[in-house]
């Protein structure tokens, strides 16, 4: 299973989670990965974690103000990238135009959908991965798998309707073992989570405690 974890803007210490989730990699055999924001993306890859951005723009080099390039961040240490979160959501053109940046920069994705619908567009435009979160259950603490398992089973579906290639994940609301062995039940192959980790008292235990059962 892969854990991607995204400490979005929350006000954690980016260093204290790459080195706890560098740590705790390697005591599994599932794949843990930090998202940092993106003016920490250097410091966190030279923990040695793996590290992933939260987003690129559809850009290539050249006359952008205020964008995120694809490049930068893989010049930074960065060796994935989410799109489309639900917390920065791109209109389909520029999920593909993202897509394709990764992509030249070598880049991993992951394309972030709300609902299975969504989950076929995302696969269709070829990304290595698709996650499925309903936004309702962002940061509530009631896992996807518990609350919705539907839509979990119908994301795997519809990715493996579109393409068998790309991996389905499911967030919000993960937070335990528990969680990440549901996910794992549903058919799907990692999870995407946040506020179970970056918003933990001890964000080292909270990792101990998601990949115990792996
Ligand atoms: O990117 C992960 C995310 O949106 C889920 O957040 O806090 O429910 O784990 P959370």
Redo the contacts with the bound molecule.
């Keep these: 299973m892969f854990v991607l974890v995204?400490l979005?803007t929350y006000p954690c210490d980016p260093l204290e989670i790459a080195t706890a989730v560098r740590d705790v990699d390697e005591t599994t055999d599932a794949r843990l990965a930090v998202a940092p924001q993106a003016i920490h993306i250097e410091r966190v890859a030279e923990t040695g974690v793996e590290t992933w951005a939260q987003h690129v723009d559809p850009i290539e080099h050249g006359s952008n103000t205020g964008h995120t390039l694809a490049e930068s961040v893989a010049d930074a240490g960065a060796v994935g990238t989410?799109v489309n979160?639900?917390?920065r959501r791109l209109k389909l053109a520029d999920i593909d135009g993202a897509v394709r940046a990764a992509e030249r920069a070598d880049l991993e994705t992951v394309v972030?959908a709300n609902n299975p619908e969504q989950i076929g567009a995302g696969a269709a435009l070829g990304p290595d991965a698709v996650a499925v979160?309903p936004p309702e259950?962002?940061?509530?603490g009631t896992p996807v798998s518990q609350a919705d398992p539907g839509v979990v089973e119908n994301a795997v579906v519809a990715a493996e309707n579109v393409d068998d290639d790309v991996s389905v994940l499911c967030?919000?609301?993960?937070?335990t073992g528990e969680d990440v062995t549901a996910a794992d039940d549903l058919g799907t192959e990692g999870v995407?989570?946040?506020?179970?980790v970056a918003k933990a008292d001890n964000p080292r235990a909270a990792l101990d405690d998601l990949v115990e059962p792996l």
């Design positions: 995204n979005k989410l979160h639900s917390e972030c979160e259950l962002i940061g509530t967030g919000a609301g993960i937070s995407l989570l946040a506020s179970g």
